[in-house]
């Protein structure tokens, strides 16, 4: 099979952190040899795509903020699109909040204002945010979203918790899931890769650590998927998945194996 495209993960698939991990360097030249349109796909709501050319370049990686798409893309082309005169209350990093507004969109502070709650990974996360998100949800039509579902995201000093963890908090003392989370595997989030990457399914990989987001965008969107065991997904995750990964690697360097 001769592949034209090659969606890549960024966080456990190509660095841990600020740091490379072994063997993606050596991974993305052979997928540059290849001739592979590549599209770095990211469920990290907090960074825009510049922010993130940055960081890999930090790591020693020459990327361009046009191959990168994130959590924080997703999210705000979603809302701009479904609800663009909604008043958003965050749950969230400020970038987060600093995007939706430079798109145009009106965030509040007042939680009883709120006609839609995005809830995103937020590292000052208290007792006091939650009862705020409770009250944002006093009404049952204000819609709740969620930018990502990632449980735990890999860091440097170790798995830290993710979007997921906000958003199954909230959930728990508002009693209803959200109406939406978008992020890797989302249907959003694969219009946004199909349109970007512009190369057909059957000619693209899909590369990442995570099964549950990685691995089944990929397969629902009919590309070939490899797990590379750099990230988050150990054996005992793979034996208990629904989702199937194509290839199992080692890590992005074994990427030739494929092609």
């Known amino acids: 099979m001769t592949y034209r495209g090659v969606v890549l993960d960024v966080d456990g698939t190509v660095v841990r952190g600020d740091d490379p991990i072994p063997g993606a360097a050596e991974g993305l030249d052979r997928l540059e040899s290849a001739g592979c349109r590549r599209l770095f796909v990211s469920n990290n709501p907090t960074k ?62 007042d939680e009883r204002r709120a006609d839609t709650v995005v809830l ?11 009862c705020a998100a409770l009250r944002a949800c006093d009404h049952r039509d204000v819609t709740l979203v969620g930018t990502d579902p990632d449980m735990v995201i890999p860091a440097a000093e170790g798995d830290v918790p993710g979007s997921g963890a906000i958003i199954n908090a909230v959930a728990g003392v508002v ?12 249907d959003p989030a694969l219009r946004i890769v199909r349109d970007r990457l512009d190369v057909p ?59």
């Open 175 to 186: 009693g209803r899931d959200p109406d939406v989370v978008l992020g890797k595997p989302s």
């Open 48 to 109: 825009r795509p510049p922010a993130y050319a940055d960081r890999l370049g930090r790591a020693g990686f020459d990327v361009d903020a046009e191959e990168i798409v994130t959590a924080g893309t997703v999210t705000t082309t979603y809302l701009a699109d479904r609800h663009p005169d909604d008043a958003f209350f965050v749950v969230g990093e400020p970038a987060l909040v600093e995007q939706l507004v430079d798109a145009g969109l009106t965030v509040v502070t």
């Open 201 to 259: 399914p059957a000619a693209c990989l899909v590369v990442g650590d995570r099964l549950d987001t990685d691995i089944a965008l990929g397969e629902r969107a009919g590309m070939t998927t490899a797990l590379v065991r750099t990230g988050v997904t150990d054996d005992d995750d793979l034996a208990r998945s629904d989702v199937t990964p194509d290839y199992v690697l080692d890590s992005l360097a074994d990427v030739d194996r494929i092609l």
């Open 120 to 130: 995103s990974i937020d590292r000052s996360f208290d007792y006091d945010r939650l």
